[in-house]
């Protein structure tokens, strides 16, 4: 179940390198018009994510939840199991090890977000990844890529850009390999297209 769903978004994010950040279910209308297939649920609670699954769903579109600033999961692994039953999203994006291990454990797929704040942030993350070996890693700011991208192994999972991209150049700027896709909440840069 998890490789069918690492190969779904692999392609997915093959045809279509945007990730839409979604505050709200409000935001989800948006997506289906910019032909996303991937989105991040970032901020809110279990019911909206429950709401945001289903419709997800019918748009057929991959969900992950950011599960350390959503209310009402519990950041352990009987949560994780209640995402991957009862909610029904594709994956989870998390700063902590431990919850990619048990997302994966669920069935779910495991995004491990990276703040790269300093050369010690580059290193512990490095070492964090190598632990948890999470599916895809989520570099933040996305403005830091192109001079850290010297820095990271080849051996690296998926690697996504997010946060700060507010312009279509800065978007071109990061979105070349290895990364396979930029998060953005900005919906004006969700009809983004490659060229």
Request: hydrophobic share 45%; charged share 25%; aromatic share 4%.
């Amino acid at each position: 179940m998890r490789r069918e769903r690492l190969s779904r978004l692999k392609a997915g994010l093959a045809e279509k390198p945007i990730i839409a950040g979604l505050k709200g279910k409000n935001d989800a209308p948006h997506t289906v018009e910019a032909g996303i297939k991937v989105c991040f649920y970032l901020t809110g609670d279990i019911f909206e994510l429950r709401e945001l699954a289903a419709l997800c769903k019918e748009q057929d579109q991959m969900l992950f939840a950011h599960v350390d600033l959503i209310g009402g999961i519990a950041k352990d692994a009987p949560g994780m199991e209640v995402l991957a039953s009862e909610i029904g999203i594709d994956g989870v994006l998390t700063t902590k090890g431990y919850l990619v291990t048990a997302a994966q454990k669920a069935g779910l797929l495991g995004i491990q977000r990276l703040f790269m704040l300093d050369s010690e942030a580059l290193r512990t993350g490095l070492r964090m990844i190598h632990s948890s070996q999470p599916d895809a890693v989520e570099i933040l700011p996305a403005l830091v890529l192109p001079s850290v991208r010297e820095r990271l192994p080849e051996r690296f999972p998926p690697m996504i850009a997010g946060g700060l991209v507010e312009t279509r150049s800065e978007l071109e700027q990061i979105i070349k390999p290895p990364v396979l896709a930029v998060s953005t909440s900005r919906v004006e840069l969700w009809n983004y297209e490659r060229v």
